[in-house]
């Protein structure tokens, strides 16, 4: 298991001895400072698209996702100072689906709180989901770091007020991946503003982690890797020294560097989307990724799927992976070169081939 203040080899080996008996996307955030007694971690799970079939019937294979990440998270130690739950809670909004959700939840020891991703918002604009998880967008200061939760899945009024004969039809048409009639996610002028005020109060030298569903950059708009307004919410953020992004949605590993902004992509315990680049033939737009993982598969659910711990202590990328027969590995910013390297980057001839589209 690992250790509070843990080095890299603690934790890739207790983590190693986890993979053994199981991989579940399960991460834990330490944050570490010149004060090794001001140190923490927290933990983070994100997207179990919980799906109600009929009645008390569950899909089961997305059930199993969440409760066996709640059960090993349970199992930290030391025990995490939190937990985040990153967004896609549930699959298509239903109330017998937050309701599951909040109930597989309620079996965490700790303190958590709740991302909005676009399949918990979409059926009633969150109103059933806030009554459980409080609101959309908040903040709160947590031992000398700030934290701010946005709800980054709203889009244009016109898409979401007067386009779909019905609130049904429109958590669908939401609800796919790979969907033209979608519409882009965005942050909005009204939280962006809220952000702005948010941040007036706190200083330039305080370290701030945002949450957020779907990515604050721009990687693939056909699947809405995406947040429209992306750049105005980084300008908020750059005048900070040290910002960690950490968001979910995208149910793959991602990372980035932008300025003093680091962006983690956390894994997902329902799925993993396969990589726009090797299903979609898709250009993404990650300004350099360094680690261009063997692609997910989705007929297998735990491809793609581990632990990583994420080190926010300097506002840089630094990720240490331990993946489902995978090597383990770590990212880390490299103040030669400014971004992020992967210590185990794939020689093109070793990955595998991208899949033909059909
Ligand atoms: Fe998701
Ligand atoms: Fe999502």
Redo the contacts with the bound molecule.
């Keep these: 298991m690992c250790k509070f203040h843990t080095t890299r080899r603690d934790f890739l080996k207790g983590a190693g001895a986890l993979a053994a008996v199981s991989t579940l996307p399960v991460s834990l955030v330490e944050l570490a400072f010149a004060d090794t007694a001001k140190n923490f971690t927290f933990a983070y799970i994100s997207?179990s698209?919980i799906q109600h079939v009929k009645g008390t019937q569950f899909v089961r294979n997305w059930d199993r996702g969440l409760i066996r990440a709640v059960a090993e998270t349970n199992l930290l130690t030391p025990k995490p100072d939190f937990v985040m739950f990153g967004g896609?809670l549930a699959q298509l909004g239903k109330k017998e689906e937050l309701d599951h959700g909040a109930e597989l939840l309620a079996r965490l020891n700790y303190d958590f709180k709740c991302v909005m991703?676009e399949?918990d918002y979409y059926l009633d604009l969150g109103e059933y989901w806030s009554k459980l998880y409080g609101p959309h967008y908040y903040s709160w200061d947590h031992k000398g770091v700030h934290f701010v939760t946005l709800n980054s899945v709203l889009t244009y009024d016109e898409w979401t007020h007067e386009r779909w004969p019905s609130a049904e039809q429109r958590m669908l048409e939401m609800a796919g991946l790979d969907n033209p009639n979608g519409s882009p996610f965005m942050v909005g002028a009204k939280q962006r503003e809220w952000l702005r005020q948010d941040l007036e109060k706190v200083s330039r030298q305080t370290p701030v982690v945002v949450f957020s569903h779907s990515p604050i950059q721009k990687i693939y708009k056909g699947w809405n890797f995406w947040t429209e307004d992306a750049e105005d919410v980084q300008a908020l953020l750059q005048p900070f020294r040290d910002v960690t992004v950490v968001y979910?949605?995208v149910?793959q590993i991602q990372y980035n560097q932008i300025g003093n902004i680091s962006f983690n992509a956390v894994m997902?315990t329902a799925w993993p989307w396969p990589y726009p680049e090797s299903y979609a033939q898709a250009v993404h737009h990650l300004p350099k990724v360094t680690i261009p993982m063997n692609r997910a598969d989705p007929f297998f659910e735990r491809d793609a799927t581990g632990w990583q711990l994420i080190d926010i202590d300097t506002g840089r990328v630094s990720t240490k992976y331990n993946l489902y027969n995978n090597q383990n590995r770590v990212v880390a910013y490299n103040p030669e070169t400014g971004r992020p390297e992967d210590t185990v980057f794939q020689k093109p001839e070793a990955r595998i081939s991208p899949q033909v589209h059909y």
Excluded: N
């Design positions: 997207d698209h896609d991703g399949h979910g949605h149910h997902a």
